[in-house]
T-cell receptor, first 113, second 111 residues
Framework: EAQVTQNPRYLITVTGKKLTVTCSQN?????MSWYRQDPGLGLRQIYY???????DKGDVPEGYKVSRKEKRNFPLILESPSPNQTSLYFC????????????FGDGTRLSIL | QQPVQSPQAVILREGEDAVINCSSS?????VHWYRQKHGEAPVFLMI?????EQKGHDKISASFNEKKQQSSLYLTASQLSYSGTYFC????????????FGKGTTLSVSS
């Protein structure tokens, strides 16, 4: 089954403790992206990647890091999480570019205390 | 840069129609529409490219007026399954291939 898999689905942690949210897709997609969703603000793009080793900032990259060492994986790293990063996070992938249909993962709900 | 969606919320009875608008202050390459049900991931509905075309998806269609930099989503004879939050996403030339979403329009359909 074609899918985008995120882990963990839920995480409660404390300020400053480094964490990684993994994202993996099995559709051989070139393009991958991370979004955060907050009430009243919609979906905001954090980072995106056009291909392996190619990443670029989206709208709200501050406080986040990403890497794209393999085509299928695009982890989101919070080096020193803060409470304002409490949010619902979605990973998405598309065949080649962001202007093609994006397939979203089921989301990761992060709470930073 | 974030596109503006209107209205913020719509309440309908089954069988009624609705229009959701999406407008941008910047020139657009394309407009994307997604629907998200509560607690679920957004699901792709359609993409409209430059050229003013109209696309359809069951009883859901959309138009794109690139001169006015806006798109409209038309939901005809709404069904209970149409309930959810609708997002438009725009790709603007200056932002590479980043997709920028509006804040969403919540649609509630009741019987």
């Amino acid at each position: 089954e074609a899918q985008v898999t995120q882990n963990p689905r839920y995480l409660i942690t404390v300020t400053g403790k480094k964490l990684t949210v993994t994202c993996s897709q099995n559709m051989n997609h070139e393009y991958m992206s991370w979004y955060r969703q907050d009430p009243g603000l919609g979906l905001r793009q954090i980072y995106y990647s056009m291909n392996v080793e190619v990443t670029d900032k989206g709208d709200v990259p501050e406080g986040y890091k990403v890497s794209r060492k393999e085509k299928r994986n695009f982890p989101l790293i919070l080096e020193s999480p803060s409470p304002n990063q409490t949010s619902l996070y979605f990973c998405a992938s598309a065949l080649f570019r962001g202007d093609q249909p994006q397939h979203f993962g089921d989301g990761t709900r992060l709470s930073i205390l | 840069q974030q596109p503006v969606q209107s209205p913020q919320a719509v309440i309908l009875r089954e069988g009624e129609d609705a229009v959701i608008n999406c407008s941008s202050s910047k020139a657009l390459y394309s407009v994307h529409w997604y629907r998200q049900k509560h607690g679920e991931a957004p699901v792709f509905l359609m993409i409209l490219l430059k050229g003013g075309e109209q696309k359809g998806h069951d009883k859901i269609s959309a138009s794109f007026n690139e001169k006015k930099q806006q798109s409209s989503l038309y939901l005809t004879a709404s069904q209970l399954s149409y309930s959810g939050t609708y997002f438009c996403g725009t790709e603007i030339p200056q932002a590479g291939t980043a997709l920028i979403f509006g804040k969403g329009t919540t649609l509630s359909v009741s019987s």
